[in-house]
């Protein structure tokens, strides 16, 4: 738990790329040329600069700052910055025609960024990056010469690998050149097969990566090859000299200073012979893998052990599928393998190994006495490589070419076949292959149905939201994908995945999960309010008037639509148009003032309402309308853990009971609902707020989705028309800060609230929640707990409780262990969850109340199976109570799960070697 307490951001390190200027670049006409940076990396944009005009190739400011975040304790990740460059396309911005909604750009461009010196401790990195020619745009005639470049300049606040790492680290450059003398069997119609290598490396003790070099062809002696080396993962990379790894060349080598199998006087000969006369598969790829403490220990681990590492080598048939679809022709028609002693890198001063290996057809045992692994690594390997491939159109093109010459050579010369009589056949003959290709392609089989979820939509959601509130967005992102596998064609999981999104920043995925939205309802007020808001940050200022209209048009009575419409006019600078939208929405909020002050007046003049026992004001409390949704989720009125056992024997009617009783024990807790959902055809205002601003119930809404920026625009012009204090404006400023991690102004924020109303609780949670976010969680301590003090609960009750019980645990004595169970068995009857009953479970655990610990950590294995932590405190617990077969059990799952290394596994392995069972190193 206190593991996870510590996770904020799951992109801690920020990577500031700035392009002060762009060089050589002239435009191909009189006019100036207007272009844009757009900036890529894995796969994925992270940025995009302002549009910019050159004309004579002068030098022109651009002055872009991009960030790209990562976190440096990954070891994936960091991996990736050595194999993944940063690419920045040059796109032309061309006017748009009247009957276009947006402008048109196209690609002229591209540069690339290798980031590799960041992992070698440096902070600064500047560099003139050329700007490769994209084909067929104007720059391929403006020469080497005279080739435009980009000055570029990368820091980063402190080194990716912290100091006391630094001389643990080491970085493998893996280079494959060839395979030389083929089988003769393979030359006969040898360019529709790919060639594909691979090698485990570690990452750490649990994990490996899996390095694949593919996309390696078979090239006749005569073939002039580039010598350059290229990168491993080119896509996204649409030049050919942007495929090369700028500055790393193979040179050439003596044979004398190789190791391998072929390195003596007698294979001279056969080598010059087989590299010079005869045909080849030419690689030529550097694979570049950045090793953290762990991984190279890991390395030296496996050399020791294993001497021998083995390089697989496969040959396949083309791929013609699409990616991620099945192709039936891609069997591996040639299964090799090499295997390369790498005891040599353990002798001192040793740091290379270069040789030439022979291949010997792959045999199973062989490998497994060899290698001493289970199996090999190929099936996942050929994953990797199907992604890799390069498909471009030329193949395509050139069977459509074969099969009109083909079908030219069978219709005779233009001197025996009337010209227009040929067209006329070749016209059949295209039609009748395209319907043949679509009804192969169209005869696809039903695709499985998803099974079926053991945990309903609404407990996928409160997951994924606890998630969020951990920090760990990779869970949050798997529950919100389970919750639409399920639901694919509902609003509800569509719009929160969208808000998710938005809270990682992550725009245009969040602008995919809201046209996904529109799809399913595009009627829907609340989803064009969102994607007009977000075309709005993006700039797409005409889309966003249009779905601000609709907005408007489809729910004409939604103040809070009117309300952003005009602060977007005010945006755009048409201030007639803001004040006419403006004097709407402030129309509309006086009309229900003044319907609610005369229901209120009817209601005075019917009757006094008497003071209400609980048992009504629980009643009441079922009955009160809101205007979100709210989720009820079974809750225990008992103060013991014997609740987990009871809940444990009517499984099957959990979801009957949920409906049916809510339970008196906790009726004064509110059920925790998501700050940001409400999914009907219009905008529901809570009637308790309505006497909040215009601008007020539009920050409000914005947050709920986790849009920070413009809910700050609203209550900037709450300020601007009212300029005394508000708690509630307070609270709202304080909510867009955390949001943006500004955690300095959201406390100046909260002070400010509590200064008008000490009693305040939300503030008070807030409060907890920045001084936690801070990692000063004796602060946080103590907020959380004066929170819950208070009568009236934080509508985040369930991220104080988890977040207070984590702080208890990790101060690690009785009294607090005490404490935290207490905090976890409230969390349990408020909202159980996995992490709820993990918690439960550790405290018992180390108050040595192993029966209640198993009990709890039962529970929290049934809500989410593939927790490591869960499984890791069962191993403990089997150890403690001498059940070792099923404590060897447990401790298998949770290395499979990828339990990490840390206090837990040391403990485990502590514990095992105490009780003389178990295997530390398993």
């Known amino acids: ?212 070099f593919t996309n390696g062809t078979l090239r006749a002696a005569t073939d002039v090859t580039n010598k350059q080396k290229r990168w491993p993962d080119a896509r996204g990379i649409v030049t050919l000299n942007g495929t090369y790894i700028p500055g790393q060349i193979i040179n050439e080598e003596s044979i004398d200073d190789e190791q391998g199998d072929l390195h003596s006087k007698d294979d001279k000969e056969f080598r010059t012979n087989s590299e010079k006369t005869k045909p080849q598969v030419v690689w030529n790829i550097e694979r570049r893998c950045f090793l953290l403490p762990a991984g190279s220990q890991s390395l030296h681990h496996q050399i020791t052990r294993v001497p021998y590492l083995p390089v697989e080598i496969v040959r396949t048939a083309t791929p013609t599928a699409p990616k991620g679809k099945k192709d039936e022709d891609t069997g591996i028609s040639y299964h090799g393998i090499v295997y390369i002693e790498t005891a040599p890198l353990l002798y001192p001063g040793a740091t290379r190994l270069r040789g030439a290996y022979k291949i010997v057809p792959y045999n199973e045992t062989e490998y497994k006495t060899k290698t001493k692994r289970s199996s090999n690594i190929i099936d996942e390997a050929m ?44 016209y059949v003959f295209l039609l009748d292959e395209m319907h043949r290709s679509l009804n192969k392609s169209l005869n696809i089989e039903e695709p499985e149905p998803v099974p079926p979820s053991r945990n309903t939509d609404a407990q996928l959601r409160i997951f994924a939201l606890e998630a969020e509130s951990n920090g760990d967005y990779l869970l949050a992102a798997h529950y919100y994908k389970q919750r639409l596998a ?87 600078g048409n201030e007639k148009n803001a004040q006419i939208t403006l004097g709407r929405a402030e129309k509309l909020q006086r009309a229900i003032l003044k319907n609610e002050e005369e229901q209120a007046t009817a209601g005075a003049n019917i009757t006094v309402t008497p003071p209400i026992s609980d048992e009504k004001r629980e009643e009441e409390e079922k009955d009160r309308p809101v205007g979100e949704e709210k989720e009820e989720i079974t809750k225990s009125s008992d103060s013991q853990l014997n609740v987990a056992s009871k809940s444990r024997l009517s499984r099957s009617s959990r979801s009957s009971k949920q409906k049916q009783e809510k339970p008196k024990s906790v009726a004064n807790e509110p059920t925790i609902a998501r700050k940001s959902q409400d999914i009907s055809s219009s905008i529901e205002i809570e009637k308790v707020t309505s006497k909040k601003s215009i601008y007020l119930k539009s920050a409000e809404f914005l947050l709920k989705y986790n849009i920070a920026t413009w809910a700050e625009k609203a209550l900037a012009f709450e300020y601007l028309a009212n300029s005394g204090k508000d708690q509630q404006v307070e609270i709202a400023l304080a909510k867009a800060k955390i949001l943006q991690q500004d955690f300095a102004s959201a406390e100046t924020h909260i002070t400010q609230a509590l200064s008008i109303d000490y009693e305040n609780v939300e503030a008070w949670a807030l409060w907890g929640h920045v001084k936690y976010l801070q ?98 405190y069962l191993t403990l617990i089997c150890l403690q109570t001498k059940r070792y077969i099923e404590a060897e059990q447990s401790y298998k799952y949770a290395i499979k799960l990828d339990l990490p290394a840390g206090p837990l596994l040391d403990e485990i392995n502590t514990v095992q070697r105490q009780v003389g069972f178990g295997d530390p190193s398993f």
Not at 121 to 141: C, D, K, M, R, W
Not at 508 to 517: G, V
Not at 528 to 553: C, G, K, M
């Open 486 to 572: 399920q639901n694919s064609d509902k609003l509800r999981p569509w719009l929160d995945f969208a808000a998710f999104h938005l809270l990682v920043n992550d725009l245009i995925k969040a602008e995919e999960c809201l046209k996904e939205c529109l799809a399913i309802e595009q009627t829907n007020s609340t989803v064009s309010i969102l994607y007009a808001v977000l075309n709005a940050i993006l700039e797409n200022n005409e889309v966003a008037d249009l779905f601000f209209e609709t907005a408007t048009t489809e729910d004409s009575e939604n103040v809070v639509a009117w309300t952003l419409y005009a602060i977007f006019q005010k945006h755009i």
């Open 775 to 872: 990692l000063d969680f004796e602060a946080a301590k103590g907020r959380y707990q004066r929170t819950l003090v208070f009568s009236e609960k934080p509508p985040d009750l369930h991220t104080v409780y988890i977040r207070l019980g984590a702080i208890l645990l990790s101060e690690g004595n009785e009294s607090s262990y005490s404490e935290a169970k207490e905090i976890f068995l409230r969390a349990c009857r408020y909202q159980p969850t996995c992490t709820t009953y993990l918690g439960l479970g550790i405290a018992c655990y180390r108050m040595n109340q192993y029966d209640d610990a198993e009990e709890a950590l039962t529970e929290a294995n049934f809500l989410n199976n593939q927790n490591a932590d869960v499984w890791g």
């Open 383 to 426: 994953k990797i490589a199907n992604q890799l491939f390069d498909r471009s159109s030329l193949n395509a093109n050139k069977k459509d070419t074969k099969l009109v010459v083909d079908k030219q050579a069978t219709a005779g010369t233009a001197t025996s076949i009337p010209k227009k009589t040929f067209v006329s056949q070749l």
């Open 1 to 212: 738990m206190a593991s996870r307490a510590e996770k904020i951001d799951r992109f801690p390190n920020k990577i500031l790329i700035n392009v002060s200027e762009i060089q050589n670049l002239k435009s191909p006409r009189a006019e100036p040329l207007t272009i844009f940076l757009r900036f890529e990396y894995n796969d994925g944009q992270f940025s995009e600069s302002g549009k910019f005009d050159v004309t004579d190739g002068s030098p022109r400011k651009v002055d872009h700052n991009a960030i790209l975040g990562v976190n440096a304790s990954d070891p994936v990740q960091i991996d990736d910055l050595g194999q993944k460059p940063v690419l920045v396309t040059l796109f032309e911005a061309q006017p748009k025609d009247k009957k276009q909604k947006e402008d048109k750009s196209t690609p002229i461009g591209q540069a690339i960024l290798d980031l590799w010196p960041l992992l070698k401790n440096e902070t600064q990195i500047s560099v003139n990056i050329p700007i490769y020619a994209i084909p067929g745009s104007y720059l391929e005639t403006q020469g080497e010469q005279n080739q435009p470049f980009l000055n570029v300049n990368v820091s980063i606040d402190q080194p990716l690998i912290p100091v006391r790492d630094q001389h643990n680290t080491n970085a493998v450059h893996i280079t494959l050149e060839g395979l030389y003398s083929p089988p003769e069997g393979w030359l006969p119609g040898g360019t529709s097969f790919v060639y594909t290598a691979t090698l485990p490396i570690p990452v750490n003790d649990d994990k490996e990566t899996t390095v694949v």
